[in-house]
């Protein structure tokens, strides 16, 4: 499980680059969409794709008849003797290997998520320290009715820009020199920030920041959230220019000064702001060009139609994919519990099983030592009840082109009916239940319901 979910976040960060180039593409072609926030929450979703369960198509899973078979006497009499622990090298754990890298993993991303609650203190801390500041010192009547009862406004002596943050309860801090701008000009900053009030960024951008910081190993998310702060930049200095596009001018110079007034003090993270410290020269440049050059913007059938696109192109060619991943046929089996000796090979007769052919080979391995997987597949029985009694404990796998493998007498189960799993996948221990004389495990490889000799599949020690 370690193992497959560590490739899928591999696949997922490989997967990313792939659509960043394409996302690249379609920004360059339709120049609107750099001002439309939603496109990169949808780019955002569709990098997780491979981690959805995706069903293999035009696969049946169906058990051999002749498993189901019931006889009056056993095929499957056990002939291997207990074998001691110590004569037996146990075969080697490379699952414990994928578990600590697994772990390695969700440790760095449990330091992140714990920088990121370092920023929302200091955050909360800069908040606590400014001063509250009454509404109707900044606000117009006609603004005050339009401002939500539980915003709280402060200010701070901090040379930052103005900002505004939280999450059920949001504040809005304004820096005392923004009483150097005239009226006009305050009004502008305002309602700026009111606009991120409105659209709900503080929220998306915390959101945002939690998501890249888990998901750390995957630089390009960082990329993407950087596209969110300034798509969403972009997109509210149009909103407010578009009730009054008469005041570009004034707008741009109210930007260049706020600029200039915050470069000495770091912008407090976590913030959705006019000034954003971690944006380059030429993000303010295109936001000023922006005032005076606005871009065409996307009707509502654009906004809907070119996600749409790109996430359904994305889609089949993720289930291409996984078809293509399951279309070859299985090769390069592994032995199932490493080298360890042969106790009965397939087709041998003996007079315990009254000279029936044995149906698998017999691995003498010892007790609890781990099961793995001969090749990857899907898991159609994980129980004691499903087959005959002899078998005890069994593994079924199907590995898709009508190859089977049986696992039978474990001890214990790693996983669970329906669940797929890896080539060299734990999938259970060695055991004694069912019909045996002593621990060891009965491997069986089927295909198109028949029994084959594992001999011309495996390399037997």
């Known amino acids: 499980m370690a193992q497959q979910l560590l490739i899928s976040l591999l696949l997922c960060s490989l997967w990313t680059v792939l659509l960043w180039q394409a996302s690249q593409f379609l920004l360059k072609k339709y120049s609107a969409l750099q001002q439309w926030p939603p496109f990169f929450w949808c780019l955002l979703g569709l990098c997780f794709l491979p981690l959805l369960p995706l069903p293999e198509l035009g696969q049946q899973w169906t058990i051999p008849s002749v498993l189901l078979q019931d006889t009056l006497h056993s095929i499957q009499t056990e002939t291997a003797q207990p074998q001691h622990p110590g004569l037996i090298q146990p075969p080697a754990n490379s699952q414990s290997l994928w578990w600590w890298l697994l772990g390695c993993v969700f440790s760095i991303s449990l330091w992140q998520l714990c920088r990121i609650a370092r920023q929302w203190q200091r955050l909360q801390q800069l908040i606590r320290?400014?001063?509250p500041l009454p509404a109707t010192r900044l606000f117009s009547p006609a603004q005050l009715a339009l401002l939500p009862p539980q915003l709280e406004i402060r200010q701070t002596e901090a040379a930052i820009s103005p900002f505004i943050a939280g999450w059920s309860r949001m504040v809005l801090v304004v820096p005392a020199y923004i009483w150097q701008f005239t009226a006009q000009q305050r009004q502008l900053l305002l309602e700026h920030e009111l606009a991120h009030l409105q659209r709900r960024d503080p929220q998306q951008l915390l959101l945002l920041r939690i998501l890249v910081a888990v998901c750390w190993f995957n630089p390009l998310l960082r990329q993407i959230e950087q596209a969110f702060i300034r798509s969403m930049e972009l997109a509210v200095d149009q909103a407010v220019l578009a009730r009054q596009p008469d005041l570009a001018l004034l707008y741009g110079q109210t930007l260049l000064s706020s600029l200039k007034l915050s470069q000495a003090t770091p912008q407090p993270a976590l913030t959705a702001?006019?000034?954003h410290t971690n944006t380059g020269h030429s993000f303010y440049q295109q936001r000023l060009q922006q005032l005076f050059q606005p871009c065409s913007t996307l009707s509502s059938w654009q906004r809907w139609r070119i996600p749409l696109a790109v996430g359904g192109a994305a889609m089949l060619l993720n289930l291409g994919g996984a078809q293509l991943s399951y279309s070859a046929p299985p090769e390069d089996w592994l032995l199932p519990v490493g080298q360890v000796p042969i106790t009965s090979a397939y087709a041998t007769q003996h007079p315990l099983r009254q000279n029936r052919p044995h149906q698998g080979v017999d691995f003498g391995a010892a007790q609890g030592s781990d099961i793995t997987a001969a090749q990857k597949?899907?898991?159609?029985?994980?129980d004691a009840t499903s087959l005959h009694s002899r078998?005890?404990?069994?593994?079924?796998?199907d590995h898709g082109h009508g190859y089977q493998t049986l696992y039978a007498h474990l001890d214990d189960f790693y996983v669970t009916a329906g669940q797929s799993v890896a080539a060299g996948e734990a999938i259970g221990t060695v055991g004694a239940t069912g019909r045996v004389t002593?621990?060891?495990?009965h491997f069986e490889l089927l295909r198109n319901g028949q029994h084959q000799d594992p001999a011309r599949y495996l390399t037997l020690p």
């Open 129 to 131: 320290h400014a001063e």
């Open 273 to 275: 702001a006019l000034i």
């Open 377 to 382: 597949g899907k898991v159609l029985i994980a």
């Open 391 to 397: 078998y005890g404990k069994v593994v079924l796998i």
């Open 438 to 441: 002593g621990p060891h495990l």
